[in-house]
Every structure is written in structure tokens, then in C-alpha cells.
């Protein structure tokens, strides 16, 4: 049965470190392409930290069915401004999930500076206060390493992609970015668990190394 009450335990735990992660990743893209010339992210008013700005309906709702990966609306790049244009595309893929595994650490600091207190001494109100934000800080180390290695799938239009083809001859890159199916295939490997199955053993890993 459909427990509204601990789902909206759960989405307020979940809400903070999604906005967050999400606001960041594609913050990130805009100020990568921003730095290499490319003023379409400041223009359409992307350079910002404001979630509202970057939050796509389909990719919250996805949030909260898995209670791990969600999307926001990409940032836009246009790379004629770049100098070397394949290259600059890889830096500014490269800067989303970069940045989500900087806020992961980050969580990851917090986890560990609350799990080395002593609780003891503390008084119940700030016992009150740790509790869920050891969860929010927990949370947010799992959810930023599923939107890092996620957006690191090689699959276009995701970010792993944009990396893979900054290293591949002009023409094959053209032609593997031309690929207009990806997110089909990505709906299709989630649906049947493959997509949890493969990025889950690696976000066990990390969130180990992190936290233990």
C-alpha cells in the first residue's frame, strides 16, 4: 500500500541535495562554456544557482520514482564560440559530473564529522537536528554520485558521450553525437534494471571510499 506519509519523509530528505546537485551540474556546463567563450548560458540566464532555472518536470519526477536519478533542462552551448571547439565540448561535459562529485565530497565531510561526535552530551534538541541532517548529507552523497556517473554513461546525449567524443577523429565523433536514440535507450535500460545494475556497484564503491 502507498505510504503518502513516509514518501513525503522521504522527498523532503531527497529535496535539498537533488536541487542542489542538479542546480550545480548544469551551473557548472554554463560557466565551463562561459570561461571558454561561450556567453549563450549567461544570455538565456543559465549562469545561475537559482533551481528554478534549471528544474525539467520529467527529470523531478524520475527523482522521486527511483530515489536516485533525476535530470534538470541542459544548459545552453552553442560551440561555435569555442576556440577548438571537440575539445572545449569534452571540458564543459566534463564539468557537470565533476561538480557533482565535488558536492559528494563535500556531503561525504559532513557524514563523517557527525558520525565522529559524541552523542551523548548532546541535548535532545540538537539530537533533533542531526538526525535528518545526517540523512540530507547521506543523501546527498548518494544522489550526487548517481547523477556523476549516470551523466557519465556514453550514451548521447548524456555527458560521457560529449567526453568520449573529444577524443575520437572529427568525422566519428560527428556521427557517434548524431545518434538520436540514446535517451530511448536510457528510459529502456532503467526500465529493465540494467541502468541500476550498472552504476550501482560503481556508487557502492565511491560512497564506501567516502563515507567508511
Not at 522527498?11 to 546537485?21: K, Q, R, V
Not at 519526477?61 to 569555442?82: D, E, Q
Request: net charge positive.
Amino acid at each position: 500500500m502507498f505510504d503518502i506519509a513516509n514518501t513525503i519523509k522521504e522527498i523532503s530528505i531527497l529535496a535539498l541535495p537533488f536541487l542542489l546537485a542538479i542546480t550545480c551540474h548544469e551551473a557548472s556546463h554554463g560557466f565551463a562554456a562561459y570561461l571558454l567563450g561561450d556567453p549563450t548560458a549567461k544570455q538565456a540566464g543559465r549562469l545561475t544557482l537559482n533551481p528554478l532555472k534549471h528544474l525539467d518536470p520529467m527529470g523531478t519526477l524520475a527523482l522521486i520514482l527511483t530515489r536516485m536519478i533525476g535530470w534538470a533542462k541542459p544548459v545552453p552551448v552553442n560551440p561555435s564560440y569555442f576556440k577548438n571547439p571537440q575539445r572545449d565540448m569534452m571540458l564543459v561535459a566534463l564539468a557537470g559530473p565533476a561538480a557533482n562529485m565535488a558536492l559528494a565530497i563535500m556531503f561525504s565531510i559532513v557524514v563523517k564529522i557527525i558520525f565522529s561526535m559524541d552523542i551523548n552530551g548532546l541535548s535532545p534538541l540538537m539530537l533533533r537536528i542531526l538526525e535528518p541532517t545526517v540523512k540530507i548529507a547521506n543523501a546527498g552523497v548518494v544522489i550526487n554520485l548517481a547523477l556523476c556517473f549516470f551523466n557519465l554513461l556514453p550514451i548521447p546525449p548524456l555527458d560521457g558521450s560529449k567526453i568520449i567524443a573529444g577524443f575520437l577523429p572529427r568525422r566519428a565523433a560527428y556521427q557517434y553525437m548524431s545518434f538520436r536514440y540514446g535517451f530511448i535507450i536510457v528510459i529502456l535500460l532503467a526500465m529493465l534494471g540494467i541502468l541500476g545494475k550498472i552504476i550501482s556497484p560503481v556508487i557502492g564503491f565511491f560512497y564506501n571510499f567516502l563515507v567508511h
